[in-house]
């Protein structure tokens, strides 16, 4: 069973930070995933925010939070991170974590059909 479970949401003033963070506990060969971070506001359709390919390293984010916000991760914890600098209230949303088996190269794969895996979300509020 894949589990991904999401922590440090919360609530901030505009021009704040927060940092949010994905554990996948049990995950073996996690350096062959795409891991990524979407979020869904009330009434939106869910969007990929960022997402980054554990083996490479290499990262593709959405146009809307390019020089904000910043996906890492750490494999010795199996931990992906998204920093988010600048927030304003158009970023308030439940964020998500989602996991895909994907060795090798790629693109953009920031489309939540592209994900198999997914945490239970962390809510992120503007004001």
């Known amino acids: 069973h894949v589990q991904l479970v999401e922590s440090g949401g919360g609530s901030v003033q505009a021009g704040g930070s927060l940092r949010l963070s994905c554990e996948a506990p049990g995950y073996t060969h996690y350096s062959s995933y795409c891991m990524g971070w979407f979020r869904q506001a009330p009434g939106k359709e869910r969007e990929g925010v960022a997402r980054?390919?554990?083996?490479?390293?290499?990262?593709y984010y959405a146009d809307s939070v390019k020089g904000r916000f910043t996906i890492s991760q750490d494999n010795a914890k199996n931990t992906l991170y998204l920093q988010m600098n600048a927030l304003k209230p158009e970023d308030t949303a439940m964020y998500y974590c989602a996991a895909d088996w994907r060795p090798g190269q790629y693109g953009r794969v920031l489309e939540p059909f592209e994900y198999n895996y997914w945490g239970q979300g962390t809510q992120v509020t503007v004001s």
């Open positions: 980054i390919a554990t083996g490479s390293g290499n990262t």
